[in-house]
Nanobody, 125 residues
């Protein structure tokens, strides 16, 4: 199982970014998928998860209405669309999954077994 995240960068407050995570070694449409982040000096936290059937999402309150997770089965890639970014969204973002796990809620509330390498998002003027 390999995950490779990319798409981070510097963006101004109120701006948008789309992160991508390419999967290899397994079919991305089967397990739940998710995005997590870790800001300097803080613990890693979940920001979005999507269930196996693409029908149930989980978002913590601090990103609801701003972030959207999605999956393209044909490209074996997951995405995180981030809008209205705030300075407090600055962090390294990681994609993650766990084979055999289908629940978005469970994935976002545990330590997934498979992680991408992380991509840095900096929100600053």
């Amino acid at each position: 199982v390999q995950l490779q995240a990319f798409g981070g960068g510097l963006v101004q407050p109120g701006g948008s970014l789309r992160l991508s995570c390419a999967a290899s070694g397994f079919t991305l449409d089967r397990p739940a998928i998710g995005w997590f982040r870790q800001a300097p000096g803080k613990e890693r936290e979940a920001v979005s998860c999507l269930s196996t059937n693409n029908d149930i999402t989980y978002y913590p309150d601090f990103v609801k209405g701003r972030f959207t997770i999605s999956r393209d089965k044909t490209k074996n890639t997951e995405y995180l669309q981030m809008n209205n970014l705030r300075p407090e969204d600055t962090a390294v973002y990681y994609c993650a999954t766990e084979l055999g796990l289908s629940s978005s809620y469970v994935l976002c509330h545990r330590e997934p077994r498979s992680w991408g390498q992380g991509t840095l998002v900096t929100v600053s003027s």
